[in-house]
């Protein structure tokens, strides 16, 4: 029966007649020279044009990848060669090399050689060591050589094709051949050597049509391949693959089985005819060059034919050789996270069909091979042939006895020990099967599962299904598509109840046998397993992840394409293999399994006794896991990471936990994020201890302000002045009325434009000493513009009121109060107060004091009642430990004291009895003034108001007001 091929395209690119393909070991390259002259550089990963070089104005046929010099050998109808580098792009060498064009080159695996084939019907050997010296010329041929290619087995020998209908084979050190091998009608165009290790063949391709197969030990014609209709251009054996491939002039390229040499299959691209093709050891990807462009295709399935038992033993497939290595050659100290096991191989002998797909038996005492329309079931321990038969597609049942094959797109056979049970036709067809608890069936129509006892339907769901994984109790299945993959739960009970009750079976299957409690993810699973409830994969962008409680956790982010083999209890290791057949290995704790298990099954008895042999350094793997699951209490006393214990404890709001903590890393970040949750607690004193540690002054700013504590914000506008905090220094100052430190910052910060205009907003007096120092800044670097500033003693006429201002200035300085925060509603707002108004009549307590005294009425020890009024009102309170009440907080209200603009507070009346008597007030009498004057100032308000209605009353002229007496009215006013 044919190969089961999968055959993908990955790249298609159209251009002019591609003259050469090849393709580079180790990136996502495909190098294509053309008949115009130039040559290209592609990604088939990304489908883009990496690079272009244009070699000359004439067809280059020939084209090289040398990796380990990061070169580009190109051969052309100049009959040059030409070095490039292909990273740079540059030329790094340049020679004649024939007398005709160039047909082929061909670069030595290991040595610093090149051979070149031509027109002039010579072979060259060019040493790049030795400045690209010619070492060696071999001739022998009558007519153009065509192609070269050098024997993998033995990298000293190289054969030849040559239109003199010829094939000879050379040995480097001899200028003629070894010995000739005729059989072709017309000339030879191309040919490749076999590089498996059974048979000792090479291929040919020629103008008469046909491909020959040669065996080049015993110098004689195997096999002749008939089936194209023009010239063949190319020929290969492909290195990974059971595959012949034959390109031609007739547009085709046709596959071949490298065993059998039956047919297989044709591939037509509609892109003209085929000039070349290149392969490539240890890859699937093949690229071909055509008239109008070149493709590449991808063949086969990128699984590689492995499998693992329970006990750590591996097999696989080797090309049809069959291979075996153990575990337990290797200690645990041998194994390491990601590191390919050194594993000892054995041989255990040829298939007899090329595997695809090879796997254990439940027990691991069988293994089948399954291709090529065939299955083979061996022994696993000598590979001794069980029993066989024909089968597209193996699965094994959960009894180790039981399997189940489909023979073709209709019908699937289970047997037990390997005797035939049963068939049946599926409806809608079998275009595969999936093992697991149900046997799985897809269909056109969808995915069907069938109980393995008696084939009845269980259900059927609509989805284009890639893959079934079923857990090992069979409660949980993983079905994965292209893109996707969902979780669904399995109920058995619902299947006995169908057995009594029939009503519940439809067309579809049992209703409700799988929960509608779906879980959907969109990745693309490769490959996967189940551990317990914990479904392991591996997905299309080479992480490692498993799926549990509906969270996915990434073991490993993996540097290629790896596949899961198995896992093994005892190692608390998973064990994954690549298509290179190296195995590598990543610890998984069972016991976080079974812990997350027993937490997604809500059964927490078994969770406790788990966790004690849970290592300490996954503790906090498994804290991540009960956080995501709503378990943030036991999350916070499993894990052993301080910062997300800190982070928990933040959630839970527990503050002895996070201060506890906090105290032990002694981070700033800690201790902001613990005042922000002792200010959300409304633990205040907490919060300022977390604040002072954290030097956060801002933040001390705005608790102490909502707080109303002005002793606070005092000590916090020093503790910020030391600390180099000007914005909050000069803010703490600003709203405890020291005006005169909020200067000195200023200056001390070199912010002299600003000080200036502060001076003269809020503090006059010291204008012109800071306008004196901005004026020495400017100038030493604008002199010009320095003295075009103004100092305001000396030049007064610019500044209108600065006389004004000075006595404002006083004016607040004397009578500013400090009152509660609780008087705060009854004072009028800055911009509602006139302050030329409220000093009219103002003396400067000085000068009164200094007239009296020379006039000789005034003792020495008489002090002005304004001057004790001012010594009570800066009267400051100690500062207190923690933040303070309402009551005992501050309000100053000093706005601008420019004289238009000065707004200050209201200045308490005082009457003839304390002008007699300099006894200081009582803070209680002082407060009863302060709402005595408040409310006689919102009647004088009220009569304003009315005032101006009158004033702005419009009068009707129709209103009879002869009878009015106003003289007798206003007489009755002043009588009230």
Known sequence: ??????????????????????????????????????????????????????????????????????????????????????????????????????RSLAVHPSQPLLLSSSDDMLIKLWNWDKKWECVQVFEGHSHYVMQIVINPKDNNQFASASLDRTIKVWSLGSSSPNFTLEGHEKGVNCLDYYSGGDKPYLISGADDCLAKIWDYQTKTCVQTLEGHSQNIGCVAFHPELPLIITGSEDGTVKLWHVNTYRFQKTLNYSMERVWCCAVMKGSNNVAFGYDEGSIMVKFGREEPAMSMDANGKFIWAKHSEIQQANLKALSSSDIKDGERL????????????????????????????????????????????????????????????????????????????????????????????????????????????????????????????????WSDNGDLCCITTENSFFILRYDQTKVDESKENPELITEDGITDVFSEDINEFEESVRTGLWVGDCFIYTNSVNRLNYYVGGEIVTVAHLDRTLYILGYIPNDNRLYLGDKELTIVSYSLLLSVLEYQTAVMRQDFETADKVLPSIPKEQRTRVAHFLEKQGFKEQAMAVTADPEHKFEL????????????????????????????????????????????????????????????????????????????????????????????????????????????????????????????????????????????????????????????????????????????????????????????????????????????????????????????EAAAAVAVEEPAAEVQAAPEAEVVSEPDVEAEQLVVETPPAVSQEEEATPTPPSKEDEVDEQQQQVSNQVALDDYDDLELDIENLELDDDIDASDVNLDAELEDFSAD
Not at 32 to 59: A, F, M, R
Not at 89 to 95: A, D, G, K
Not at 414 to 443: M, W
Request: charged residues 25%; aromatic residues 10%; glycine residues 6%.
């Open 1 to 102: 029966m044919p190969l089961r091929l999968d055959i993908k395209i990955k790249l298609t690119s159209r251009s002019d007649r591609v003259k050469s393909v090849d393709l580079h070991p180790t990136e996502p390259w495909m190098l294509v020279s053309l008949y115009v002259g130039n040559v290209h550089i592609w990604n088939h990963e990304n489908q883009t044009l990496l690079k272009t070089l244009e070699v000359c104005d004439l067809p280059v046929r020939a084209s090289r990848f040398v990796p380990r010099k990061n070169w580009i050998v190109t051969g052309s109808d100049d009959m040059n060669i030409r070095v490039y580098n292909y990273n740079t792009l540059e030329r790094v060498h340049s020679f004649d090399a024939h007398t005709d064009y160039i």
């Open 342 to 469: 050194q594993l000892s191989v054995k041989d255990l002998g040829s298939c007899e069909i090329y595997p695809q797909t090879l796997k254990h038996n439940s027990n691991g005492r069988f293994v089948v091979v399954c291709g090529d329309g065939e299955y083979i079931i061996y022994t696993a321990m000598a590979l001794r042939n069980k029993n066989y038969g024909p089968a597209l597609e193996f699965i094994w049942g959960n009894d180790s006895s039981e399997y189940a094959v489909r023979e073709n797109n209709t019908s699937v056979k289970l047997y037990k020990n390997f005797k035939e049970q049963r068939s049946f036709k599926p409806d809608f067809g079998a275009e595969g099967i999936f093992a697991g608890h149900l046997l799985g069936v897809k269909t056109s129509q969808g995915l069907a599962f069938y109980s393995w006892e008696n084939l009845d339907l269980v259900r059927r769901i609509d989805i284009n299904a890639k893959n079934v994984f």
């Open 649 to 868: 404890a933040l959630n839970l709001g527990n503050m002895g936990i996070a201060l506890q903590l906090a105290e032990e890393a002694q981070a700033e970040q800690k201790w902001k994020q613990l005042a922000d949750l002792a200010t959300r607690k409304c633990n205040f004193k907490l919060a300022q201890e977390c604040l002072n540690k954290a030097r956060d002054f801002g933040g001390l700013l705005l608790l102490a302000t909502s707080a109303g504590n002005g002793n606070m914000v005092k000590q916090l506008a020093k503790n910020a002045a030391a600390e180099g905090k000007i914005n909050v220094a000069f803010l703490s100052n600003f709203v405890t009325g020291n005006k005169a430190e909020c200067l000195q910052l200023l200056i001390e910060a070199g912010r002299l434009p600003e000080a200036a205009f502060f001076a003269r907003t809020y503090v006059p007096s010291q204008a012109s000493s800071v306008v004196a120092l901005w004026k020495a800044q400017l100038g030493e670097s604008n002199k010009k513009a320095a003295e075009s500033l103004a100092d305001p003693v000396k030049y007064d006429n610019l500044f209108p009121g600065l006389a004004a201002s000075f006595g404002a200035e006083k004016f607040l300085e004397k009578t500013a109060k400090t009152l509660p925060a609780s008087q705060y509603p009854f004072q009028p707002r800055p911009e509602e107060r006139n302050v030329t108004e409220e000093m009219a009549g103002f003396q400067d307590v000085e000068e009164d004091v200094k007239f009296e005294q020379e006039d000789g009425d005034t003792e020495d020890d008489e002090v002005e009642p304004e001057v004790v």
